[in-house]
């Protein structure tokens, strides 16, 4: 079945602490894409990412970090540089640049 | 700045009857428009893209372009309780070398009463 995964569903991170949320797809998608969802808001563009190798900072990435080093993933760290991690994470991919983004289920982030 | 434009609502409307869900963008130049139905507590899912002033039907669904106007609408006729969502309005603005990308509204909640 081809499709974006997302895990893990639910994380909680502990001050200071850098925390990673995993993003693999099956889509053969050339670019994936981070995205950051609080309540009652839009989507905000963390980070995406184009071909392998390559990646490009969105509206927000202060406090993220991501690498793609295969083409299926793309992981997203966030760093404890952020000082208010605490929302729903979605990540995204897509095939040609005109092509609809599909989304993966979701990662919802918490303080503890 | 690259906007996109959306009533956040809520909308109200009775079950059987048709919803209107509108969308303004700022950027001319853009290529593609996409709707997205967000449950609460979900992710999107993509329900609707459309290219081309006119309109583009799929089963209840009915997407709006008019680029003239940078408008693009979306009807669902015959509203049933499980339309009851956010509807997000996307827009690739095709500029510079972030190609893809999309920007989107806040999203319109529509709730349809039994």
């Known amino acids: 079945d081809g499709g974006i995964t997302q895990s893990p569903k639910y994380l909680f991170r502990k001050e200071g602490q850098n925390v990673t949320l995993s993003c693999e797809q099956n889509l053969n998608h050339d670019a994936m894409y981070w995205y950051r969802q609080d309540p009652g808001q839009g989507l905000r563009l963390i980070y995406y990412s184009q071909i392998v190798n390559d990646f490009q900072k969105g509206d927000i990435a202060e406090g993220y970090s991501v690498s793609r080093e295969k083409k299926e993933s793309f992981p997203l760290t966030v760093t404890s540089a952020q000082k208010n991690p605490t929302a729903f994470y979605l990540c995204?991919?897509?095939?040609?640049?005109?092509?609809?983004?599909?989304f993966g289920d979701g990662t919802r982030l918490s303080i503890l | 700045q690259k906007e996109v434009e959306q009533n956040s609502g809520p909308l109200s409307v009775p079950e059987g009857a048709i919803a209107s869900l509108n969308c303004t963008y700022s950027d001319r130049g853009s290529q593609s428009f996409f709707w997205y139905r967000q449950y609460s507590g979900k992710s999107p899912e993509l329900i609707m893209f459309i290219y081309s002033n006119g309109d583009k039907e799929d089963g209840r669904f009915t997407a709006q372009l008019n680029k003239a106007s940078q408008y693009v609408s979306l009807l669902i006729r015959d509203s049933q309780p499980s339309d009851s969502a956010t509807y997000l309005c996307a827009v690739n603005p095709n500029y510079g070398g972030s190609q893809g990308n999309l920007i989107f509204g806040k999203g319109t909640k529509l709730s349809v009463k039994p």
């Open positions: 995204a991919s897509r095939w040609l640049f005109n092509q609809p983004q599909h």
